[in-house]
């Protein structure tokens, strides 16, 4: 690692310690762990033994008397909270379906507990699902901390959901969410949540992992690896001959949420150093498992991604700020596409474009999650709606596609959903969706859309400092939707609360139209009304085209923002919520006036857009209709 990201982390550290004001008003603080753990691999049964020393520091104002494991593996057996959520939802995912309820013995997950101590005395604990619960044998006070040592064994599932061994691409080993990790305990209490296959909430930590796996293996993982010159497999220039039938990896991870890796026999293994010193990792198949991907040319595909990866984290850093780990490593396997500290897990037998979108919105997670660490199964609209909106952008800027709205695909699925009627609040559980439609809609589409429309609201330039001042405030850290809305709130001065109250809390929507144009007795002025149908308030962007061609831009601020866009050219009197209609006069005679519309942008996110446009051909037209059908 460099002296200058090693000090980024360090400042990061130091300043968890220091007065931050969060969500609740009280002085911000979050539980730390270490990690130490040895497994050993038996590649052959898909089954490992591990130890793991667990030291917890109790940095909250509280005493706790207990603590929550997450035993994950446990979802990938049948007549598990997974497997009939699955089975039961009415639009269930392909990946899963009713898969979990078919899998054998030597086919299905779990995570054996076989002895825990606290500080070196045995421990009360009972297996729930997917979560072990511990009555301590001494609680563990304000400031101080305890130590668990446990041994556990384990069996890696078939690969259905994220984790699991045999994926469709014949990738042997996705090592996600695979040891017995402790559950976040923070302002809201313990976050023990089962795992019914959606979000994850973490501990920020260190981990120190050692894994004794079968010589022919080459693993990807968070984390830098301590002994190359032992492993070889591309981490060295030199020549590695292996001593035994087996290695054992070494690697550490400074302050993550999570350690993941992968593992196949087949894995070729490419780097790429960026300029700044970060080294990009890729580890692929050359060859396609999958016979529906048959013709793909994955090597050249692969090959072709470095660059573009590089290209992206460059993007990330000059959009949101410095990425402070010194390596990334983009690792085939899994189901689709997965975020983990310092690494991604994704499917690589895709077309070039479907990989660089893929690698993009993996990769921009690194900022919003790994490092912008919001609680997932509670915000997960956060770290998947900026992570879609910045990733989006990113992608049509490397790719040189040059989209004259790129998050155009993302307006269009939030207006399904907001019409669908089967839309709920942002502020549901992840894992309380009636559809699986209505949460990946709210939390991708609906959640870039926030951003965007955020941007529409106080300007693209006060969108862009948002952005860096919340990485650089919040780094490290758990923030909430309220600690985000507060930072655009400092950069642009307007009061926020009202657009995150009534974009996430519920499920109102904008609707802003067209009512009537009428030219004054004089004939001077043109009096445009203008309707307010939807119960989501907004500023109003109105634009005026001549007879002559030329432009202007009218600007109607929202009164409960205490704040107006400085640079708009016409600046009207504000719009009070309450009143459902507004009248905006304009010093010309109607007849001169060719087209009006509301937000020409597109960013505001209007659910009806057929009310938003006045074109004098079209409106003469329907008046003649309308007359000759009354005749």
């Given at each position: 690692m460099?002296r200058?990201?090693m000090m980024m982390?360090t400042?990061?550290?130091?300043?968890?310690?220091t007065?931050?004001y969060?969500q609740n008003n009280?002085e911000?603080?979050?539980?730390e762990?270490e990690?130490?753990?040895?497994?050993d691999m038996?590649?052959?049964?898909?089954?490992?033994?591990?130890e793991?020393?667990?030291?917890?520091?109790?940095?909250s104002?509280d005493?706790l008397?207990k603590?929550?494991?997450?035993?994950y593996f446990?979802a990938?057996?049948?007549g598990?909270?997974?497997?009939v959520?699955?089975?039961?939802?009415?639009d269930?995912?392909d990946r899963?379906?009713?898969?979990?309820?078919?899998?054998?013995?030597?086919?299905?997950?779990?995570?054996k507990?076989?002895?825990l101590?606290q500080?070196g005395?045995?421990?009360?604990r009972e297996?729930?699902g997917?979560?072990?619960?511990?009555d301590?044998?001494?609680?563990?006070l304000?400031?101080?901390?305890s130590?668990?040592?446990?041994k556990?064994?384990?069996q890696v599932?078939?690969?259905?959901?994220?984790s699991g061994r045999?994926?469709?691409?014949?990738i042997?080993?996705s090592m996600?969410q695979?040891?017995?990790k402790?559950?976040?305990y923070d302002y809201?209490?313990?976050?023990?949540d089962?795992?019914?296959?959606?979000?994850f909430?973490?501990?920020w930590?260190?981990?120190d992992?050692?894994?004794?796996?079968?010589k022919?293996?080459?693993?990807g993982?968070?984390g830098?690896l301590?002994n190359?010159?032992?492993?070889?497999h591309?981490?060295?220039?030199?020549?590695v001959?292996?001593?035994g039938?087996?290695l054992?990896?070494?690697?550490k991870?400074?302050?993550?949420l999570?350690?993941?890796?992968?593992?196949d026999p087949?894995?070729?293994?490419?780097?790429?150093?960026?300029?700044n010193g970060?080294?990009l990792?890729?580890?692929?198949q050359?060859k396609?498992?999958?016979?529906?991907n048959?013709g793909?040319?994955?090597?050249?595909?692969?090959?072709?991604?470095?660059?573009?990866t590089?290209?992206?984290?460059?993007y990330y850093n000059?959009?949101?700020?410095?990425?402070?780990y010194?390596q990334?490593?983009?690792?085939q396997g899994g189901?689709g596409?997965?975020e983990?500290p310092?690494?991604?897990?994704?499917?690589?037998?895709?077309?070039f474009?479907?990989?660089?979108?893929?690698?993009a919105?993996?990769?921009?997670h690194?900022w919003f999650?790994?490092l912008?660490a919001t609680?997932?199964t509670k915000h997960e609209w956060m770290?998947?709606g900026?992570t879609?909106y910045?990733?989006v952008l990113?992608?049509d800027?490397?790719?040189?596609?040059?989209k004259?709205f790129?998050?155009?695909?993302?307006?269009?699925v939030?207006r399904?959903l907001a019409?669908s009627?089967v839309?709920?609040p942002q502020?549901?559980?992840?894992?309380?969706?009636?559809?699986?439609f209505?949460?990946?809609?709210s939390?991708?589409?609906?959640?870039?859309?926030?951003?965007?429309?955020?941007?529409?609201?106080?300007?693209k330039?006060?969108?862009?400092r948002?952005l860096?001042?919340?990485?650089?405030?919040?780094?490290?850290?758990?923030p909430?939707?309220?600690d985000?809305?507060?930072v655009?709130?400092k950069?642009?001065?307007?009061?926020?609360s009202w657009?995150?109250?009534?974009?996430?809390?519920?499920t109102?929507?904008v609707?802003?139209?067209?009512?009537d144009?009428?030219?004054d007795v004089q004939?001077?002025q043109?009096?445009i009304?203008?309707?307010?149908?939807?119960?989501?308030p907004?500023?109003?962007?109105v634009?005026?085209?001549?007879?002559?061609?030329s432009k202007?831009?009218?600007?109607l601020?929202?009164?409960?923002?205490?704040?107006?866009k400085?640079?708009m050219?016409n600046?009207?009197?504000?719009w009070a919520w309450?009143f459902?209609t507004?009248?905006?006069?304009?010093p010309?005679?109607?007849y001169a006036?060719?087209?009006v519309e509301?937000?020409?942008?597109?960013?505001?996110a209007?659910?009806?857009l057929d009310?938003?446009?006045?074109?004098?051909?079209?409106?003469?037209?329907?008046?003649t209709?309308?007359?000759?059908s009354?005749n």
């Amino acid at each position: 690692m460099t002296r200058t990201k090693m000090m980024m982390i360090t400042i990061a550290l130091m300043s968890i310690g220091t007065f931050v004001y969060s969500q609740n008003n009280t002085e911000y603080w979050q539980q730390e762990v270490e990690y130490e753990m040895m497994v050993d691999m038996n590649a052959e049964k898909h089954q490992y033994q591990g130890e793991q020393k667990l030291v917890y520091h109790n940095n909250s104002p509280d005493t706790l008397h207990k603590v929550f494991y997450h035993l994950y593996f446990n979802a990938f057996q049948p007549g598990s909270q997974m497997d009939v959520r699955s089975r039961t939802i009415k639009d269930p995912d392909d990946r899963v379906g009713d898969r979990i309820s078919k899998l054998s013995e030597d086919e299905i997950g779990y995570i054996k507990v076989d002895q825990l101590l606290q500080d070196g005395e045995n421990v009360q604990r009972e297996v729930v699902g997917t979560v072990l619960e511990v009555d301590l044998a001494e609680p563990i006070l304000p400031g101080e901390k305890s130590t668990f040592n446990m041994k556990f064994n384990a069996q890696v599932p078939l690969q259905i959901r994220r984790s699991g061994r045999d994926n469709e691409e014949g990738i042997e080993f996705s090592m996600t969410q695979w040891y017995p990790k402790i559950a976040e305990y923070d302002y809201q209490g313990w976050h023990a949540d089962p795992y019914i296959a959606r979000e994850f909430h973490s501990v920020w930590g260190s981990f120190d992992v050692k894994i004794r796996m079968d010589k022919d293996y080459t693993i990807g993982a968070t984390g830098y690896l301590q002994n190359p010159e032992e492993i070889g497999h591309g981490y060295t220039d030199e020549k590695v001959k292996p001593k035994g039938e087996k290695l054992t990896w070494h690697f550490k991870a400074p302050k993550v949420l999570d350690f993941t890796w992968g593992a196949d026999p087949d894995y070729v293994h490419d780097t790429l150093e960026m300029d700044n010193g970060t080294i990009l990792h890729f580890f692929y198949q050359d060859k396609i498992n999958n016979k529906e991907n048959k013709g793909t040319p994955i090597e050249e595909n692969w090959q072709k991604l470095q660059a573009k990866t590089k290209a992206l984290f460059e993007y990330y850093n000059e959009h949101i700020g410095e990425y402070p780990y010194n390596q990334y490593s983009v690792i085939q396997g899994g189901d689709g596409g997965m975020e983990y500290p310092m690494c991604t897990l994704i499917t690589g037998e895709r077309n070039f474009e479907s990989l660089v979108g893929v690698t993009a919105h993996e990769a921009a997670h690194s900022w919003f999650q790994h490092l912008l660490a919001t609680n997932e199964t509670k915000h997960e609209w956060m770290d998947e709606g900026f992570t879609t909106y910045i990733s989006v952008l990113a992608e049509d800027k490397v790719l040189e596609q040059n989209k004259e709205f790129p998050l155009e695909r993302a307006y269009s699925v939030y207006r399904q959903l907001a019409t669908s009627g089967v839309e709920q609040p942002q502020t549901t559980h992840a894992d309380r969706y009636r559809y699986n439609f209505a949460y990946g809609a709210s939390a991708y589409s609906k959640g870039a859309v926030f951003l965007s429309q955020l941007g529409y609201i106080i300007g693209k330039e006060n969108l862009e400092r948002t952005l860096k001042r919340y990485y650089e405030k919040w780094k490290f850290r758990h923030p909430t939707p309220n600690d985000f809305i507060r930072v655009a709130e400092k950069v642009s001065g307007a009061e926020l609360s009202w657009y995150l109250d009534e974009w996430t809390k519920t499920t109102n929507t904008v609707d802003y139209g067209i009512k009537d144009i009428q030219v004054d007795v004089q004939g001077r002025q043109t009096i445009i009304t203008l309707e307010r149908i939807g119960l989501m308030p907004m500023p109003i962007e109105v634009e005026v085209t001549l007879e002559n061609g030329s432009k202007e831009m009218y600007y109607l601020p929202l009164r409960i923002m205490r704040w107006e866009k400085s640079d708009m050219e016409n600046i009207e009197d504000d719009w009070a919520w309450a009143f459902p209609t507004y009248e905006l006069t304009l010093p010309v005679a109607n007849y001169a006036v060719q087209k009006v519309e509301i937000d020409p942008s597109g960013k505001m996110a209007d659910v009806n857009l057929d009310n938003n446009i006045y074109e004098k051909e079209s409106a003469e037209k329907e008046n003649t209709e309308s007359e000759n059908s009354d005749n």
